[in-house]
């Protein structure tokens, strides 16, 4: 049969409440599936990946905490991640480590005595709203459920909690206190805070004393040899392909009249659209706030806006979009009677007393049966087809199977043949368009048998790998355009920077910058500033330069002379520059802190002393393969 193909923190953290340290620990557990990490998994007994000192890192420790990581990766990047190439990525050392840190502080905690009781422990995990039953109370099933699912017992969990609120007490101790040096966190504050003047004058090719010459023959052969990787086409694969599409087939397809009258019928929402209007509902807890608010209306007291306001809401809160005169049930006939925009009421609504504000009026929409049976003839026909070619999967099907090549199966099916060179991030017309068709290629090798595929839309396509076309140069007649933009680009930037060291040497002479075109001039730009229609690199280039230097700046696309006139030191007052002090205070702070928490578990293990299984290591990480 066919087959279808388918589509860290910067810082340590501080002590935190109890609370965040349990649901984490719960998260982790229900969202990776403990169930597959059990003991029995590794073979020969084997429970225990190594020891800090005289704590033992369990196997499922590392495994769970591998597989949370390799989760979260594959969530940032958006598809799933192979553990080989998490491994490339180094995420198994770094999770190795993460575990040994965790195992360091608990061995340490437990060392000079830090814990807490079971009161506090049976706290937390009675408050928890995984373990609450429907009165909002602790179950116990559910707690024992919880648990036995996860492959956990109740001593082990509570252990968990009781040795995480231990590790974040100690870590606590460790982080707390930093302070930010003044020295330091003035020299930062005034190099992020600092403030430059500038003039910019932006050079174009209106600015060149004469227009840019057109090309010769030899420019465009010269320049073509000399970027040959830009106008080399990829290695691809060369593919043949038969294909069945439906939009091909649909046109001999036969529509019956009846069908057609009855997917109208059917349908007749989408033909026959009421008239509508767009209506915001402001609703009263009595008839009579409801008539006081429309009487200060009538009298100009206040608009609809102010009293939507008045009844701490917003406009999205009470807009009912685009609604028919049955959608709005008794307070229809109100709101129809309108005939431009105005507020209707009170009339009572399904909440009560309201008043309704119609913002426009959208006339009835048909659609007859004749005017629509072009694009229902349309859809039939496609649907159709797509029955036709699901119809025929097992002739093709038998077609491939008996031998026959797809240079037959196209003639005896009457399926298209066609052949093209699929690049993989590249191709995505004609056929490649097909999500399924791309996947089908990228995953072709040579000497795969063809078979039959059936696409998202119901097409059906075959593959062949003919053969893999190594990169190939794209003859100069076929890239000339290309060529000739790109000689063109870079000839202008050439000529443009001429021109600017010229302006540069006569503003030196004495002449004014402004003289040579429309200068741009900034006044108090810091270095995380923005010119609008500069390059990055501008930026960079001002806070390198010395008062009244003049330089030019070149990226793709731009040329500029560049003018630093003035330095201002950062300001000391006022709200902006206090809250800069303080950002850089805390992230300073934050720096220290973290050293500090890595310096301290550091000297914990190695004082300790790591000892690590490395079979049981690789034993984890067959289980990832």
């Not at 073509?224 to 087939?249: C, G, H, M, Q, S």
């Not at 019956?256 to 509902?281: C, G, H, W």
């Not at 491939?400 to 993989?424: K, N, R």
């Not at 076309?469 to 920077?497: M, N």
Request: charged content about 25%; hydrophobic content about 45%; overall charge negative.
């Amino acid at each position: 049969m066919a087959k279808k193909t388918t589509e860290t923190e910067d810082q340590p953290r501080k002590k935190k409440g109890l609370g965040s340290y349990v649901v984490w620990v719960l998260l982790v557990f229900v969202m990776l599936g403990l169930g597959g990490f059990g003991v029995t998994n590794f073979g020969g007994g084997v429970t225990t990946l190594g020891r800090v000192g005289d704590r033992e890192i369990e196997v499922n420790d590392y495994a769970r905490a591998l597989q949370q990581e390799l989760n979260a990766l594959s969530a940032q990047v958006g598809q799933p991640i192979p553990f080989s190439q998490a491994q490339a990525f180094g995420l198994d050392t770094q999770v190795l480590q993460t575990v040994i840190t965790r195992a360091a502080l608990d061995n340490e905690a437990a060392r000079i005595g830090i814990s807490v009781g079971d009161a506090t422990v049976a706290g937390e995990i009675t408050q928890m709203g995984a373990f609450q039953g429907t009165a909002g109370s602790f179950d116990r099933e559910a707690y024992r459920f919880t648990l036995e699912r996860n492959d956990l017992t109740e001593a082990q969990f509570e252990r968990s909690i009781r040795e995480d609120v231990a590790r974040s007490i100690l870590q606590g101790a460790v982080v707390g206190g930093f302070a930010a040096p003044a020295a330091l966190t003035d020299t930062l504050t005034a190099y992020a805070g600092e403030r430059r003047g500038f003039s910019l004058l932006t050079l174009t090719e209106a600015d060149l004393p004469t227009p840019l010459a057109d090309p010769t023959e030899a420019d465009l052969q010269a320049f073509y040899d000399a970027n040959i990787a830009r106008f080399t086409r990829p290695e691809a694969k060369r593919i043949t392909y038969v294909a069945l599409l439906p939009e091909t087939l649909a046109p001999t397809m036969e529509v019956d009249e009846t069908a057609l009258r009855d997917l109208y019928d059917q349908r007749i929402d989408e033909f026959m659209i009421p008239e509508k209007r767009l209506v915001e509902r402001l609703v009263y807890p009595t008839e009579a706030e409801a008539q006081a608010a429309r009487a200060r209306l009538d009298a100009g007291e206040v608009t609809f806006d102010d009293l939507v306001a008045e009844r701490g809401l917003t406009l999205d809160a009470i807009d009912l979009g685009d609604v028919s005169r049955a959608d709005l049930g008794t307070a229809g006939e109100a709101v129809f009677a309108l005939t431009e925009p105005g507020v209707a009421g009170p009339v009572m609504s399904d909440l009560g007393p309201a008043l309704f504000r119609m913002n426009a009026i959208l006339s009835a929409q048909e659609t007859t049966f004749d005017e629509a049976r072009e694009s229902l003839s349309a859809e039939m026909r496609v649907d159709a087809a797509r029955r036709a070619i699901g119809a025929r999967i097992d002739e093709i099907d038998d077609l491939l199977a008996s031998g026959a090549d797809l240079e037959e199966v196209a003639q005896d099916a009457g399926m298209e043949l066609a052949t093209l060179d699929y690049i993989p991030g590249q191709s995505n017309e004609g056929i490649a368009a097909y999500p399924d068709f791309r996947e089908a290629a990228e995953a072709l090798q040579e000497g795969d048998f063809p078979e039959a595929i059936q696409l998202d839309d119901g097409a059906l396509v075959a593959l062949r790998l003919d053969e893999i076309v190594p990169p190939t140069p794209i003859p100069l007649d076929e890239a000339r355009d290309a060529v000739t933009e790109g000689w063109r680009t870079e000839a202008l930037q050439a000529a443009l920077a001429t021109r600017a060291e010229a302006v540069k040497a006569e503003v030196a002479a004495g002449a004014s910058l402004g003289s040579f075109g429309i200068v741009t001039v900034g006044r108090d730009i810091t270095r995380d500033g923005f010119v609008e229609d500069a390059p990055p690199a501008l930026l960079d280039t001002l806070f390198r330069m010395t008062e009244g230097d003049l330089q030019l700046v070149q990226a793709d696309g731009f040329t500029g002379l560049l003018r630093l006139d003035a330095i201002r030191p950062a300001e000391t007052e006022g709200e902006d520059a206090i809250a800069l002090r303080e950002a850089i205070s805390i992230r300073a702070q934050q720096t220290l802190a973290q050293d500090a928490f890595q310096l301290f578990t550091n000297a914990l293990s190695n004082e300790a002393g790591i000892q690590i299984d490395q079979t049981a290591v690789n034993a984890v990480h067959a289980q990832f393969n």
